[in-house]
């Protein structure tokens, strides 16, 4: 009896499809979403308020020093100013004698909002409402994060199995072609 070049190369897919359920396992478990306590302002006179929402571009994100304490697990702090326009509000005293503060807007790489922004992170502090706030929301907020995470991951792993199962299929199809061999037998019959 000849090798069985067809079932050699069922296994050969069983075990790469295999090894891509073990990955897509490994990415899902090991590669958690990557969550951060957001506070955010939209004026310098706004106070930081807690959101799960992304901080992304135009929005200017700011890393903090602190962390905040979670269900027992310490957090990483971002603070986020959000954008009217692509610019930021920020605050300079006026030259007159009143000291009166007007908002000013201009983009995240000028050196008056660079300073405006680095004094709001220097003096940002957490208050009793905002660690409230954040318990309460965070952690709705990192399941939900979890959830999109092993949504995207089983979808990606159900892609690259339909791959595996309709290119095994069309290599069979296309092999049994060119040998004369029946679809769902793997040798010529004989006779």
Sequence with gaps: M????????RRVSYLISGIG???????????????YVVF????????????TTPCDYPDLSEYTA?????????????????TKDTKILYK???????????YWTNDQYNEEVS??????VENFRLTPEMIRAAN??????????????AFETIQWTGAFLIFML??????????????????????????
């Design 66 to 82: 602190r962390n905040i304490l979670i269900g027992g697990k310490e957090e990483d702090i971002i603070l986020c100013f959000r």
């Design 40 to 51: 955010d302002t939209e004026t310098p006179d706004d106070p930081w308020t807690f959101t």
């Design 115 to 120: 300073n405006y922004v680095s004094a709001r």
């Design 136 to 149: 309460t929301g965070f952690s709705n907020h990192r399941w939900s994060e979890w959830k999109s995470h």
């Design 166 to 191: 309709v290119l095994t299929t069309a290599v069979g199809w296309i092999v049994r072609g060119f040998a004369g061999i029946p679809q769902g037998h793997d040798f010529r019959p004989k006779g």
């Design 2 to 9: 000849g090798i069985n070049w067809f079932e050699g190369g």
């Design 21 to 35: 359920i073990i990955v897509g396992v490994f990415v899902l478990f090991s590669e958690g979403p990557t969550t």
């Design 92 to 102: 300079r005293a006026e030259q007159d004698t009143s000291k009166q503060w007007t």
